[in-house]
Structures are given as structure tokens and as C-alpha cells.
């Protein structure tokens, strides 16, 4: 199983948390990886980072689910 995690919403750059675990015989999960991407929005004519579409901001606040 891979757990993905996004801790906050985006600016121009987010950063996905991954988490993968076994699913062991008796039910309990072991963690076997963790890691880390940072992704970046960057404007395609001037090649600097731009703030976050919209757009991406609404999918992700529709499809997560979001803990408090």
C-alpha cells in the first residue's frame, strides 16, 4: 500500500509525502519506505515559479481528504 500525503495546500511549489507499507499476515502494516517530492509551478515563458493554478487548488480541495 503507498499513502500519499500533501500536508498543505500548494503556492507555487507543494511537496507529496509517501509512505509504503506491507500488509502483514496478521493484519498489522509494516512501513517498509518513506519519501518526499517538492513540485514546482513555473511559468512557461519566463521561466520563474508562479503561484498555483486554481484550477489544481479546487481538484485537490474536491478529491483529498482533508484531517484537521
Not at 500533501?6 to 498489522?28: A, H, M, N, Q, V
Not at 517498509?32 to 513540485?39: E, Y
Request: some cysteine; proline content about 4%; hydrophobic content about 40%.
Amino acid at each position: 500500500t503507498i499513502r500519499t500525503i500533501i500536508e498543505e495546500l500548494p503556492t507555487s511549489r507543494f511537496c507529496f509525502k509517501y509512505i509504503i507499507f506491507r500488509k502483514e499476515e496478521d493484519g498489522k502494516e509494516t512501513i517498509l519506505a518513506k519519501g518526499n517530492n517538492v513540485l514546482a509551478f513555473i511559468d512557461i515563458n519566463t521561466r520563474r515559479p508562479m503561484r498555483c493554478p486554481q484550477w489544481v487548488s479546487e481538484l485537490l480541495l474536491e478529491k483529498l481528504e482533508v484531517k484537521n
